[in-house]
């Protein structure tokens, strides 16, 4: 009985020492990975140049650029984002923090030309959300300036 009851415990060892082998290599990958992933998210992504929205995000709802738009362009240069977003011009300045990358508009000018009514609602909503601090992410086709519920889908 004694031999078997220390096989038992000998078993029992062997069973929580694997455990915690795989429970360190789990732990030791996890951290390389975060590792990783820090090293890629203090690489400063390049913001500057010119980008079409190509779709916006609300708490989940999608909201595209009307049909009927001429343009929905922005370009990003040093401390200023001009653009187009239906038939108006605007611009605004903007600063840029790097760690974490975050870009922050200011209040900005736009000009005030009337065009159809569709149109015109999105700019105005357009306007109103492009202000702010957004966080800059890297996305597969471009950039995503987020904040709040909101997610500018930017594409070259």
């Avoid at 694997?18 to 996890?30: E, K, N, Q, V, Y």
């Avoid at 500057?48 to 909201?63: H, K, P, Q, Y």
């Avoid at 959300?129 to 086709?141: A, D, L, R, W």
Wanted: charged share 20%; net charge positive; hydrophobic share 40%.
């Amino acid at each position: 009985m004694k031999t078997q009851a220390k096989q038992i415990v000998k078993h029992i060892s062997c069973y929580i020492v694997s455990i915690c082998l795989l429970s360190t290599t789990s732990i030791a990958r996890d951290s390389y990975k975060l590792h990783e992933e820090s090293k890629i998210s203090r690489t400063p992504i390049n913001i500057l140049g010119n980008w079409r929205i190509s779709i916006i995000e609300i708490d989940g709802a999608f909201v595209r650029v009307p049909a009927q738009a001429e343009r929905a362009d922005i370009q990003i240069s040093n401390n200023q984002i001009t653009g187009v977003v239906g038939c108006n011009s605007f611009m605004s300045p903007y600063t840029m923090n790097t760690n974490p990358q975050q870009l922050t508009i200011k209040d900005g000018a736009s000009t005030k030309k009337m065009c159809i009514p569709e149109v015109m609602q999105f700019e105005n909503a357009f306007l109103r959300i492009f202000t702010g601090n957004f966080m800059v992410e890297k996305s597969f086709e471009g950039i995503n300036l987020v904040r709040d519920g909101i997610i500018i889908h930017l594409t070259k």
